[in-house]
């Protein structure tokens, strides 16, 4: 999900969003 992204940062969604967590 979009939230689980933004706090996980390592979820598909993450990276599709541009956002560079555990990546």
């Known amino acids: ?3 689980q992204a ?3 940062g ?3 969604e993450a ?3 541009g956002i560079s ?3």
Do not use: F, I
Request: charged letters at 20%; a positive charge.
């Open 10 to 12: 390592s979820a598909p």
């Open 15 to 17: 990276r599709v969003l």
């Open 6 to 8: 933004l706090m996980d």
């Open 21 to 23: 967590g555990k990546a």
């Open 1 to 3: 999900g979009t939230t």
